[in-house]
Structures are given as structure tokens and as C-alpha cells.
């Protein structure tokens, strides 16, 4: 067990926090979409409360050098309605002017600096880098989940210099669901999984296999499974060269009597577009030079069997082209299917929270994980490095 932000005393100490703010912004410097900020907020009101100096750092975007629009100037803002307290904002994030702004800062106030990709150093986990952000704080908070499975200066290097290195609230929110759902979950536990390939999957799939009791295959990948027994399916995308692999995964999961689904009807299409002709077929019906392009309407009362009797669900990536509106049913059914039940539910992945918000159904769902790659490498059975590296519990 890791230590947490409980486990440390932070009265009147300077408290270096990395959080996660990579907010979407669009055009014209607004902010389309918050939840990551309000997901930092447990731990930035604890500090306050607490009275501690806290120091906030994030990154944003992939800029190139000092690109103005990749600025965390709105987000200070954002964050101050959040709190109903100013948030400091400091235009740089290491150096001398910074140091003074951290040193004027008074007990209870919060400073956020300025985006940490600023500076190459944070991706190329530059030791200087993360030496000169140690010397802003005298505790460190890891809060940003979802970079945790990236070796950066300010989430790898960071916490092994600056000590005590411990969780913060999100963090551990995170693991603590992670847990419930993967590691010690009431039975039955449902895994869902959509999206494009098989073999970006396959780790996840492998991982699942041994600890889930059901596991629904949707999206593209489900083809690769069906040709695997031997059916066609049209021009669906299909990886030929892990048919063997579909195959081998459909054996164990009989070995390991893991009860696996596949859809059993699909909306089809001539492409990928909105303007093709579309019809709902059986699986064995796919004709050459059409597409599944969604999971159909037989295939997801079939997945509301599945889910009937689950006392635990994760759910990640997409039953179809969800982008798209005549494809997007399966996945948005979906959604509802997993707010609704009543099991413990657990989502995660970058198109699955995307979804989830759209559909409104965000407040419905347990838990949506804040970190599409970091969830994803916990789905896989992977420790992620930079929780590795925070101080254990004694
Ligand atoms: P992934 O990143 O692997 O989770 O894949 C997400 C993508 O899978 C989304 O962009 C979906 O449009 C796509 N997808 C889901 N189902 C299908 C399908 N039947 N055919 C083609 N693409 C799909």
C-alpha cells in the first residue's frame, strides 16, 4: 500500500501537487469539459482546509516550446469558481520567479504554475527538470491519474527526489475502485469491451480472461473472433493475422469456464459514413461488401441478459463507429445499460468516458475513470511506474 496525503502533516508546509489539468480548450480559450479539474478538487480543498501552501503543476496538450494556447491561465480561473477562492497563476513553472512567488505564499493559498511542457525536460524526464521542480515544495502529491503509466520528469523523477512522495485523493480513488473491480470483486463480475483492433486489446483480453466471469466482445474486434469460427463477415475489419489468437482466446476462455459473448447481429453498411445504406443482420449474414459497423438490437438484449445477474461491471471502448449517429446506438445503449444497473459500475478509456458524457450519463456510472491510457495498463495487469515510485505505507 501506498501512503496518502492522510498519512503526511501538511500544516504550514509547501505542497508541490502534479495534477492532471488536461482539459479540452477550444478556439477561442474556453474550456469544454472540466471534469478533471473537479476531480482535483478532494485534494486541493483538503490542503486548504488543512492550511497548507499549495502548489499546484499540470500539463496541458502536446505543445511545441512556449505556445500560448496551451497556456493553464483559463484553467486558474476555472479552478478558482471551483474553490470560491482566488488561484494564483504563475506564467512559468521552474526559476527564480517562480521561487519568490512560492516563498510570498501564505497558509490556506493556492498556486497553480504554468504548464509544465513548456519545457522539454517534462516529456524527456530531464533529471535537471525534476530537480528544479523539487525545490519548490517540501511534500509531494501525485494526483494526476491519468499520467501514470508515462515516465515524465514531474510524475516519474519528481517524487524519488522530493520525499515524503505520497498519493492524493483522485489517485486514490482510482486504485480503490481498480481494486474492487479487477482485484477483489463481487461475483459475478462483467467485463464489456469494444473498439477498433484486437491487438491493441489483447493484453487486456488476456488479463480479463483470468479474472472476469463474463466478458462481452463488441466493436470491430468481434469480427476477428467470428472469422476465427470459421464465418464471413463481409468487409469488416478484421486482423487476419490474430485469427489463430481469437481462436486460442475462445478455447482458454472455455478451459477457464469463463463465459465469453460475442454480438449476434450487427448494423451494417457499405462504409463508413453516414450516408450509406444501412440493415441489421444476423452474424452469419454479413454480405460480401458490407461492414458491421454497430452491435444490433438482438445483441443487446443479449448483453442486458449478460449484465442481469452482475454484481460488478467495467466497461471499455466502444460497440460501433459511436462517432458516427446511424452507429452510434449500440454504444449509447450500452451506456444506459451499465447506468442502470445495479451492480458496482466501472468504466474507463478515452471514447468510453467521451460517450458517457454525451449520453449524459456520467453521475449514473460508479466510477469513470479519469485516465484513458493509466486505465487501460491497470486492465492489462501492469503496475503503473509512477505510483510505484511514491513512498509506501510503513
Ligand atoms: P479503440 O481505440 O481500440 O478503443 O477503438 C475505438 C474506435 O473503434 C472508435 O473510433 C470506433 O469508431 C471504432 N469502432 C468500433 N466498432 C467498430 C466497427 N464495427 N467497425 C469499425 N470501427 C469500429
Known amino acids: 500500500m501506498k501512503k496518502s496525503l492522510r498519512d503526511v502533516e501538511v500544516k504550514g508546509k509547501r505542497v508541490l501537487v502534479r495534477v492532471d489539468f488536461n482539459v479540452p480548450i477550444d478556439e477561442q480559450g474556453n474550456i469544454v469539459?472540466?471534469?478533471?479539474i473537479r476531480a482535483s478538487l478532494p485534494t486541493?480543498?483538503?490542503?486548504?482546509?488543512?492550511?497548507?501552501?499549495?502548489?499546484?503543476?499540470?500539463h496541458l496538450g502536446r505543445p511545441k516550446g512556449k505556445e500560448e494556447r496551451f497556456s493553464l491561465r483559463p484553467v486558474a480561473k476555472r479552478l478558482s469558481r471551483h474553490l470560491g477562492r482566488e488561484v494564483h497563476f504563475y506564467p512559468d513553472c521552474v526559476g527564480d520567479g517562480v521561487k519568490n512567488k512560492v516563498k510570498a505564499l501564505k497558509e490556506g493559498e493556492v498556486l497553480l504554475l504554468e504548464n509544465l511542457r513548456f519545457y522539454e525536460g517534462e516529456t524527456s524526464c530531464d533529471e535537471e527538470f525534476a530537480k528544479k521542480l523539487s525545490e519548490l515544495g517540501e511534500i509531494f502529491v501525485n494526483d494526476a491519474f491519468g499520467t501514470c503509466h508515462r515516465k515524465h520528469a514531474s510524475v516519474y523523477l519528481l517524487p524519488q527526489i522530493l520525499?515524503?512522495?505520497?498519493?492524493?485523493?483522485?489517485l486514490e480513488k482510482e486504485i480503490n475502485y481498480f481494486r474492487k473491480a479487477l482485484i477483489d470483486p463481487q461475483r459475478p463480475v462483467v467485463a464489456l469491451l469494444g473498439?477498433?483492433?484486437?491487438?491493441?486489446?489483447?493484453?487486456?483480453?488476456?488479463?480479463?480472461?483470468?479474472?472476469?466471469?463474463?466478458?462481452?466482445?463488441?466493436?470491430?474486434?468481434?469480427f476477428t473472433f467470428i472469422k476465427s469460427l470459421g464465418y464471413e463477415v463481409g468487409s469488416s475489419l478484421v486482423e487476419e493475422e490474430l485469427i489463430g489468437v481469437a481462436r486460442d482466446i475462445l478455447d482458454v476462455a472455455k478451459k477457464?469456464?469463463?463465459?465469453?459473448y460475442l454480438p449476434v447481429d450487427f448494423v451494417i453498411g457499405k462504409e463508413v459514413s453516414d450516408n450509406t445504406p444501412t440493415?441489421?443482420?444476423?452474424?452469419?449474414?454479413?454480405?460480401?461488401?458490407?461492414m458491421g459497423l454497430d452491435i444490433g438490437p438482438?445483441?443487446?438484449?443479449?448483453?442486458?441478459?449478460?449484465?442481469?445477474?452482475?454484481?460488478?461491471?467495467?466497461?471499455?471502448?466502444?460497440?460501433?463507429?459511436?462517432?458516427?449517429?446511424?452507429?452510434?446506438e449500440g454504444t449509447f445503449q450500452t451506456a444506459k445499460m451499465v447506468a442502470e444497473s445495479p451492480a458496482l459500475t466501472i468504466a474507463g478509456g478515452g471514447d468510453t468516458d467521451y460517450a458517457i458524457h454525451r449520453a449524459g450519463l456520467y453521475d449514473s456510472i460508479d466510477f469513470v475513470s479519469t485516465g484513458g491510457g493509466a486505465f487501460l495498463k491497470l486492465l492489462e495487469g501492469n503496475d503503473l511506474p509512477c505510483i510505484k515510485v511514491l513512498d509506501d505505507k510503513d
Open 33 to 36: 469539459d472540466d471534469t478533471r
Open 44 to 58: 486541493i480543498n483538503y490542503l486548504i482546509d488543512a492550511k497548507a501552501k499549495t502548489i499546484l503543476i499540470s
Open 163 to 170: 520525499k515524503p512522495a505520497v498519493m492524493g485523493f483522485l
Open 195 to 222: 473498439g477498433a483492433k484486437v491487438s491493441s486489446k489483447l493484453g487486456i483480453i488476456k488479463n480479463l480472461l483470468r479474472r472476469m466471469d463474463k466478458l462481452f466482445i463488441g466493436g470491430a474486434m468481434a
Open 256 to 260: 477457464l469456464d469463463v463465459k465469453l
Open 279 to 290: 440493415k441489421v443482420v444476423p452474424w452469419q449474414e454479413i454480405p460480401k461488401g458490407w
Open 298 to 328: 438482438v445483441s443487446l438484449s443479449l448483453l442486458r441478459e449478460v449484465l442481469r445477474d452482475a454484481q460488478t461491471v467495467i466497461w471499455n471502448g466502444p460497440m460501433g463507429v459511436f462517432e458516427l449517429d446511424r452507429f452510434k
